[in-house]
């Protein structure tokens, strides 16, 4: 009860804005005290509504009433402070729905600063001090407060569990390692927590790590999208300009026909007004030289009408209208069928180019390529069929199996003139380019087989280096290639598949398959895999 009291007496005494003792008190008009300086920054929160009211009561006043202090009141509070009175706890002191509570305080419990696992019980400050003071409870382990402390004290034998036995892996107490855990491997709790850490601070490390090589990773595929979008602007940009050179092409055109068409026209009428003219003038003459005859047969002197026929009845070469053509009117629908057919040709070949367009635009693979198939049944679903370019092959190399077979022979065969074909090295491409990821498999017969890839532009005159293949040599030699990864394999095919050589790069243009034959009867042929 006499606790009670003198909480009752520490609210009397405690402000109600800031729950401390009164400072410089002040009573307002309604009689409730505040510290001046609580009541005043209250007040002037309020001062744009121009009315002020008590915290407690809500009472309003108006004007804003003047504070003075309360002389009586301060010395009285003085003078509590001198015989031991404290502020009432604030709020933020008591213990709430989710705190560990002082199992000794009465009425509103106030928050737990320690909890003894000895005793077991958890403590406020003031409930905390016997075991600060009295030399029994020195002894005792004060943890941070805690609401499972049964779980820290053996359910069997009732004592605080400080022992872990590490081949049960469990905590126990004293009176257990004595008992059913006799001989086990054991330690104790905080040696075990050491332990542990340290683990635990491995495993950090990893985290850690791991999360710096994500970030890495984050911030190189925000780079990757950074290009992304820089080559898909300059690939939209560029094929803008490609199409609009196209269809200012073709407006050209069609207005240097339109403007041959006009010409020509001018040209065909101007003959034809030019004969029609001819024609008329004739018609005038004839028309003259009826009306003179007329007249004359009408005369009835004979002697004047021997006299005049003669010079009447001869008349000019007429006009020569072979020219005219009763056909039907066909003039320029020659034209238009010429333009018709290039319409067709121009669709077809886009259609046919259109094709191979979107299957580039969708061969571009930023994220997460691939991991290189380790496997050849891995491998075999890239597989390609490859066939070979009759006007790249040198003229010693004779193709067959339906252009997958390349053979060096000892005759020159009687091929036409090619820019595109080998002159000095014994070599032949691939028909199609090689994007994205694919594979293929060559059979090799005979020494001096060379396997390789090629730009389109290598050089096709001589036998320098710039000309020549050069490649990893098995009698089976399987390629895989991933081109937007810069990947390029090659493998020995048997039972297993050895990696002969591999090549990690960026690919600036499509590649062409190929092979150099440098032996008399040395065959390369394109295998069909499945």
Same mark, same amino acid.
């Given at each position: 009860?006499?606790?009670?009291?003198d909480q009752?007496?520490?609210?009397?005494?405690?402000?109600?804005i /800031?729950?401390?003792?009164?400072?410089?008190?002040?009573?307002?008009?309604?009689g @409730?005290?505040y510290?001046?300086?609580?009541?005043k920054n209250?007040w002037?929160?309020?001062?744009?509504k121009k009315?002020?009211?008590?915290p407690?009561?809500?009472?309003t006043?108006?004007?804003r009433?003047?504070?003075?202090?309360?002389?009586?009141l301060?010395a009285l509070?003085?003078q509590?402070?001198?015989?031991?009175?404290?502020a009432?706890?604030?709020?933020h002191?008591?213990?709430?729905p989710e705190? !560990?509570?002082?199992?000794?305080?009465t009425?509103?419990?106030?928050?737990a600063?320690?909890s003894?696992?000895?005793?077991?019980?958890?403590?406020c400050e003031k409930?905390?001090?016997?075991h600060?003071?009295?030399a029994?409870?020195?002894?005792?382990?004060?943890?941070?407060?805690?609401?499972?402390?049964?779980?820290k004290?053996c359910s069997?034998?009732?004592?605080v569990m400080?022992?872990f036995?590490?081949?049960d892996?469990?905590?126990? /107490?004293s009176?257990c390692?004595?008992?059913? @855990?006799?001989g086990h491997d054991t330690?104790?709790?905080a040696?075990e927590?050491?332990?542990?850490?340290?683990e635990l601070e491995?495993s950090?490390?990893?985290?850690?790590?791991r999360?710096?090589d994500?970030?890495?990773?984050?911030?190189?595929?925000?780079k990757?999208?950074e290009?992304v979008?820089?080559s898909?602007?300059?690939?939209?940009e560029?094929?803008?300009?490609?199409?609009t050179?196209l269809i200012?092409?073709?407006?050209?055109r069609?207005?240097?026909?339109?403007?041959?068409?006009r010409?020509?026209?001018?040209?065909e009428?101007?003959? !034809?007004?030019?004969?029609?003219?001819?024609?008329?003038?004739e018609? %005038?003459?004839?028309k003259?030289k009826?009306?003179?005859l007329?007249?004359l047969s009408?005369?009835?002197?004979?002697n004047q009408?021997?006299?005049?026929?003669?010079?009447l009845s #001869?008349?000019?070469?007429?006009?020569?209208?072979?020219?005219?053509d009763v056909?039907?009117?066909?003039y320029?629908?020659?034209?238009?069928?010429? !333009?018709?057919e290039l319409r067709?040709?121009l #669709?077809?070949?886009l259609?046919?180019k259109?094709?191979?367009i979107?299957l580039?635009?969708t061969e571009?693979d930023?994220?997460?390529?691939q991991?290189?198939?380790?496997?050849?049944?891995g491998?075999l679903?890239y597989?390609c069929e490859?066939?070979?370019?009759?006007?790249t092959?040198? %003229?010693?190399?004779?193709l067959?199996e339906?252009?997958r077979?390349?053979?060096n022979?000892?005759?020159?065969q009687?091929?036409?003139?090619?820019p595109?074909?080998?002159t000095?090295?014994?070599?032949?491409l691939?028909?199609?380019?090689l994007?994205?990821?694919?594979?293929?498999e060559?059979?090799?017969s005979?020494?001096?087989v060379y396997?390789a890839?090629?730009y389109?532009?290598i050089s096709?005159?001589g036998?320098?280096?710039? /000309?020549?293949?050069?490649g990893?040599q098995?009698?089976?030699?399987g390629v895989y290639l991933?081109?937007?990864a810069?990947?390029?394999?090659?493998?020995?095919?048997s039972e297993?598949?050895t990696?002969?050589h591999?090549?990690q790069?960026?690919?600036?243009q499509?590649?062409?398959?190929?092979?150099?034959?440098?032996?008399a009867?040395?065959?390369?042929e394109?295998?069909?895999v499945k």
């Amino acid at each position: 009860m006499a606790e009670k009291g003198d909480q009752l007496d520490r609210e009397t005494f405690s402000c109600s804005i /800031c729950l401390d003792l009164l400072k410089d008190p002040v009573a307002i008009p309604c009689g @409730h005290s505040y510290c001046m300086s609580c009541i005043k920054n209250f007040w002037d929160e309020e001062d744009e509504k121009k009315i002020h009211t008590c915290p407690q009561c809500r009472q309003t006043f108006t004007p804003r009433p003047v504070l003075g202090k309360n002389t009586m009141l301060a010395a009285l509070v003085e003078q509590l402070k001198k015989t031991g009175l404290q502020a009432a706890p604030a709020d933020h002191y008591y213990a709430g729905p989710e705190d !560990v509570a002082c199992d000794f305080c009465t009425g509103k419990k106030l928050k737990a600063f320690k909890s003894c696992l000895n005793c077991p019980a958890s403590y406020c400050e003031k409930h905390l001090q016997p075991h600060y003071d009295v030399a029994p409870f020195k002894k005792h382990k004060l943890v941070e407060p805690s609401k499972t402390l049964e779980e820290k004290i053996c359910s069997r034998h009732d004592e605080v569990m400080k022992i872990f036995c590490r081949t049960d892996q469990q905590i126990i /107490c004293s009176l257990c390692f004595m008992d059913e @855990h006799k001989g086990h491997d054991t330690v104790s709790v905080a040696a075990e927590r050491t332990e542990r850490q340290r683990e635990l601070e491995t495993s950090r490390q990893n985290i850690q790590q791991r999360i710096q090589d994500r970030e890495k990773d984050v911030k190189l595929l925000q780079k990757e999208v950074e290009a992304v979008g820089r080559s898909a602007d300059k690939a939209v940009e560029d094929s803008e300009k490609i199409f609009t050179q196209l269809i200012r092409l073709i407006q050209k055109r069609s207005s240097d026909v339109k403007q041959q068409i006009r010409s020509q026209q001018e040209t065909e009428v101007s003959r !034809v007004k030019e004969l029609q003219e001819k024609l008329q003038q004739e018609i %005038t003459e004839l028309k003259r030289k009826d009306a003179e005859l007329k007249q004359l047969s009408h005369t009835e002197d004979h002697n004047q009408f021997l006299h005049n026929y003669p010079s009447l009845s #001869q008349l000019s070469e007429p006009t020569d209208s072979s020219s005219i053509d009763v056909r039907p009117l066909r003039y320029f629908e020659d034209v238009t069928a010429a !333009v018709s057919e290039l319409r067709d040709k121009l #669709q077809d070949i886009l259609t046919e180019k259109w094709t191979d367009i979107s299957l580039t635009v969708t061969e571009v693979d930023v994220l997460l390529s691939q991991p290189e198939p380790k496997t050849r049944a891995g491998l075999l679903k890239y597989s390609c069929e490859i066939t070979l370019d009759p006007n790249t092959a040198n %003229t010693w190399l004779l193709l067959s199996e339906r252009n997958r077979k390349a053979t060096n022979i000892s005759k020159e065969q009687s091929y036409s003139s090619h820019p595109d074909r080998f002159t000095g090295c014994w070599q032949v491409l691939s028909n199609d380019s090689l994007t994205g990821r694919c594979y293929w498999e060559v059979e090799l017969s005979g020494i001096g087989v060379y396997v390789a890839v090629a730009y389109k532009n290598i050089s096709r005159v001589g036998y320098s280096n710039e /000309c020549r293949f050069g490649g990893p040599q098995s009698s089976r030699v399987g390629v895989y290639l991933d081109h937007t990864a810069g990947i390029l394999s090659f493998y020995s095919v048997s039972e297993t598949m050895t990696l002969l050589h591999r090549v990690q790069t960026t690919f600036t243009q499509p590649l062409y398959a190929g092979v150099r034959l440098i032996g008399a009867g040395t065959t390369a042929e394109f295998c069909k895999v499945k």
